[in-house]
């Protein structure tokens, strides 16, 4: 089998886009993620088809096999323990670890990943509160959490994930506070959709397009210490 970095990055794109909206994905959605040539994404994609990694219907688009999925969440599990190992070991900003594991993932031995994983404890969540899946690859369970930008004034809850595709974001997101396992309250919104929370001690706004890539869950119904039990704050 090919498992060239490109054929696991196109993998992993096609489960994240399965992940986020179901199967099939289709191409340009695909290609638009990778920022690629759409015609450079068919061509990768005529290979996996080839392998029996993915499915295709024609007009429809692509789903993973299988066999294609165990690949994208083997690339996965290394690149989250990767951005884990970055973030509490060598001491990345959790804006950092991401594009830093991208460029690790292909080039790790099982071995490596093994002694990565008993290292860190097996931690079961990475920097961004994001699963990490476990050694049997078993595809993460796909948690319900609502995004921060549904909630309303008054609601109490517990910042459980939150996106890493934008650096800028993370990095200011981390400046004030606001990490997996912070507990916040909505104190305002705004008409122009500038959320004001209640961090700790202190009050931050936080722009309704920086809400929307945050997940949470209700004060209460924040019990699982997975999401912050390899750090305190990020």
């Not at 061509?43 to 165990?70: M, V």
């Not at 319900?144 to 997101?173: F, H, K, Q, W």
């Amino acid at each position: 089998m090919d498992s060239s970095p490109v054929v696991e990055d196109t993998l992993k794109t096609i489960y994240h886009l399965q992940q986020e909206a179901g199967p099939p994905v289709s191409t340009s959605d695909i290609a638009d993620r990778l920022d690629k040539a759409q015609a450079t994404v068919t061509s990768t994609l005529d290979r996996l088809e080839a392998q029996g990694l993915i499915a295709r219907e024609p007009y429809h688009g692509s789903e993973l096999t299988d066999d294609g999925k165990t690949v994208a969440v083997e690339v996965l599990r290394h690149h989250r323990l990767l951005e884990t190992y970055l973030a509490d070991h060598l001491d990345y900003p959790w804006e950092q670890v991401h594009e830093e594991a991208d460029r690790l993932e292909h080039h790790i031995s099982e071995e490596f990943e093994r002694r990565l994983a008993e290292t860190l404890e097996n931690p079961r969540r990475d920097p961004h509160g994001d699963p990490i899946p476990s050694e049997d690859l078993e595809p993460p369970n796909q948690d319900p959490m609502t995004p921060l930008s549904a909630c309303e004034v008054g609601d109490r809850v517990v910042i459980t994930r939150v996106s890493d595709r934008n650096e800028n974001d993370l990095a200011y997101l981390a400046d004030v506070g606001i990490t997996p396992g912070t507990a916040v309250r909505i104190v305002d919104i705004a008409p122009f959709g500038m959320l004001t929370l209640a961090v700790d001690d202190t009050e931050q706004a936080i722009p309704e397009g920086v809400a929307t890539s945050i997940r949470v869950t209700p004060v209460n119904d924040a019990d699982d210490s997975g999401s912050v039990e390899h750090r305190g704050d990020a």
